[in-house]
């Protein structure tokens, strides 16, 4: 069950931290990046929307691998952070 994101809402900052609306095919989430997992994702540091949405679909996998595994928050959130980049990474396969 994969997150994709939503064409009817964009994404947005608010609160220092990035809000990615998107959705499986039963429901709808939203993914809050926080700050520190904006800067963290690549160098330099940066938390701005184009941070944002240059690695929207990272996010949306990170999100995805903690839906998966059970880690959703209440009410259709889960909250991304530099801790839970730095964990799917360590699943991924090296190219």
Known sequence: ??????????PF????????????????????VTREALEGIASPPDASEARLLEYADI???VATYKL???RAGAEE???VQ?????EW?????PT
């Open 89 to 93: 990474r360590s699943t991924q396969s």
């Open 59 to 61: 996010f949306g996998q």
């Open 13 to 32: 900052i608010r609160d220092e931290n990035g809000h990615l609306p998107m959705s499986d095919k039963t429901e709808n989430w939203l993914v809050i």
């Open 82 to 86: 530099m801790e839970d980049v730095a």
């Open 68 to 70: 998966e595994h059970g």
């Open 77 to 79: 959130t889960i909250w």
């Open 1 to 10: 069950m994969s997150l994709q994101t939503r064409r009817d809402l964009p």
